[in-house]
């Protein structure tokens, strides 16, 4: 027999199964059994449809030590995304365009990834679940800004490159044009005591 909701205790007694006493006349015992603790399902490999009406989360399928992990070490693994089912629809597909294009473990793209289901929503609410999209935003905010550092590094090096090879250039046909001049000079002034 399950206790109700609101109580911790059910009385040891035939009344409480039902009226039904198994010997009758002999002593009995109950026993307690606590409720299986809630955890979600793995409900998705991969590129595979989850089938959930709650949250799903998508991360790391297989520890370091290439063994599958059950939702704690998926959690513990790092990196999660995290959506929620949209009304009306009863599945979602375990992969990055639907948790916003994350990757939950760039660092090694080849990884195994999976999806598990929430299904009674008690892992997260509507303010984690924005919490960690807005941390996986500002985590793509941080690679685009560090690619456009790179990026604009290089152009200025390059610039810089350039700068440096215009300048040799123009000292150089700067000081051909003072030798041809100082020639010419010289050729003219040497005419001009051939005339004189």
Same mark, same amino acid.
């Given at each position: 027999? /399950?206790?109700?909701?609101? $109580?911790?205790?059910?009385?040891?007694? =035939?009344? !409480? *199964? &039902? @009226?039904? #006493? %198994?010997? +009758?006349?002999?002593?009995?015992?109950?026993?307690?059994?606590?409720?299986?603790?809630?955890?979600?399902?793995?409900?998705?490999?991969?590129?595979?449809?989850?089938?959930?009406?709650?949250?799903?989360?998508?991360?790391?399928?297989?520890?370091?030590?290439?063994?599958?992990?059950?939702?704690?070490?998926?959690?513990?693994?790092g990196?999660?995304?995290?959506? /929620?089912?949209?009304?009306? $629809?009863?599945?979602?597909?375990?992969? =990055?365009? !639907? *948790? &916003? @294009?994350? #990757? %939950?473990? +760039?660092?090694?793209?080849?990884a195994?990834?999976?999806?598990?289901?929430?299904?009674?929503?008690?892992?997260?609410?509507?303010?984690?679940?924005?919490?960690?999209?807005?941390?996986?935003?500002a985590?793509?905010?941080?690679?685009?800004?560090?690619?456009?550092?790179?990026?604009?590094?290089?152009?200025?090096?390059?610039?810089?490159?350039?700068?440096?090879?215009?300048?040799?250039?123009? $000292?150089?046909?700067?000081?051909?044009?003072?030798?041809?001049?100082?020639?010419?000079?010289?050729?003219?002034?040497?005419q001009?005591?051939?005339?004189?």
């Amino acid at each position: 027999m /399950e206790s109700g909701a609101t $109580t911790s205790w059910t009385a040891c007694n =035939p009344a !409480s *199964f &039902g @009226g039904q #006493d %198994p010997h +009758p006349g002999k002593p009995k015992t109950c026993f307690c059994e606590d409720r299986p603790v809630y955890t979600p399902n793995l409900c998705a490999d991969d590129g595979e449809d989850c089938v959930c009406s709650g949250y799903v989360t998508y991360g790391l399928k297989m520890s370091k030590a290439k063994k599958v992990l059950d939702f704690k070490g998926h959690m513990e693994g790092g990196g999660f995304a995290v959506a /929620e089912v949209k009304e009306g $629809t009863k599945s979602l597909t375990c992969a =990055p365009d !639907s *948790f &916003g @294009g994350v #990757d %939950p473990s +760039p660092e090694d793209k080849d990884a195994a990834k999976a999806c598990f289901c929430d299904q009674r929503k008690k892992m997260f609410n509507k303010d984690s679940l924005k919490s960690i999209q807005d941390l996986w935003k500002a985590k793509a905010s941080i690679t685009t800004s560090t690619v456009s550092i790179k990026s604009t590094t290089k152009v200025l090096e390059e610039v810089k490159t350039e700068i440096k090879t215009k300048t040799e250039e123009w $000292t150089q046909t700067v000081e051909v044009q003072e030798t041809e001049r100082k020639v010419a000079t010289e050729a003219l002034e040497a005419q001009k005591k051939c005339v004189l």
